[in-house]
């Protein structure tokens, strides 16, 4: 079993549409939770990131964090033709770095017209 | 201020031959990595460096081999390339300071050992 779960989708939604991304997770020393945005044909680039339990708000985007039920979640209100892309969750631990993430597989998420 | 920069884009190999993936930072960051990419497995770390002169496995090692000469380049070797080697690889820098959540990531290198 993988130590991070995520849904590979492909995810269609119509533009405007309120956008949910989520990821599980089995290890318990996981503290730092990332979300990265994966372009086609690109790096991924860093998004958001949360500390521990709890919220985290920028802009049309919403981390959350749920650490007693290893759960963490992505929302993208009033989503744009801009932000399909492949959105993957990351982890590490307390006295890891970003230099040793663990990720999960990426759900590509495609925003129609 | 070209960030971190991986070449080259694109490869094809046969199996046996061997070949260097470069990857050059020029941000001054300590840390650097080498992941994969594959289809349905996600990113999987393949060796990373903390500075110059030192190196560690991550998930996947076996068949690359890395050095860290420089702060700046963190090559990753392919002895003897294998089709299970066949990926899009991905480069990453990372601060030393601060909370360094974040990884800075190439452009990628597309793999193709046949």
């Known amino acids: 079993q993988k130590e991070v779960e995520q849904d590979p989708g492909p995810l269609s939604v119509p533009e405007g549409a309120i956008v949910s991304l989520n990821c599980t997770y089995s290890?318990?020393?996981?503290?730092?939770f990332m979300w990265y945005r994966q372009y086609s044909r690109k790096g991924p680039e860093l998004l958001m990131y949360t500390y521990s339990s709890g919220n985290k708000e920028d802009g049309r985007f919403t981390a959350q964090v749920d650490k007693s039920s290893k759960y963490i979640s992505l929302f993208i209100r009033d989503s744009q033709p801009s932000d399909s892309a492949t959105y993957l969750c990351a982890m590490m631990g307390e006295t890891g770095t970003a230099s040793k993430l663990t990720f999960g597989t990426g759900t590509r998420l495609q925003v129609t017209l | 201020n070209a960030g971190v920069t991986q070449t080259p884009k694109f490869q094809v190999l046969k199996t046996g031959q061997s070949m260097t993936l470069q990857c050059a930072q020029d941000?001054?960051?300590?840390?650097m990595s080498w992941y994969r990419q594959d289809p349905g497995m996600g990113l999987r770390l393949i060796h990373y460096s903390v500075g110059a002169g030192i190196t560690d496995q991550g998930e996947v090692p076996n068949g690359y081999n890395v050095s860290r000469s420089t702060t700046e380049d963190f090559p990753l070797r392919l002895l003897s390339a294998a089709p299970s080697q066949t990926s899009v690889y991905f480069c990453?820098?990372?601060?030393?300071?601060?909370?360094?959540?974040?990884?800075?990531f190439g452009q990628g290198t597309r793999l193709t050992v046949v």
């Open positions: 990453a820098s990372t601060p030393a300071l601060g909370r360094n959540t974040e990884a800075f």
């Open positions: 290890n318990s020393a996981f503290q730092y």
């Open positions: 941000m001054n960051h300590e840390y």
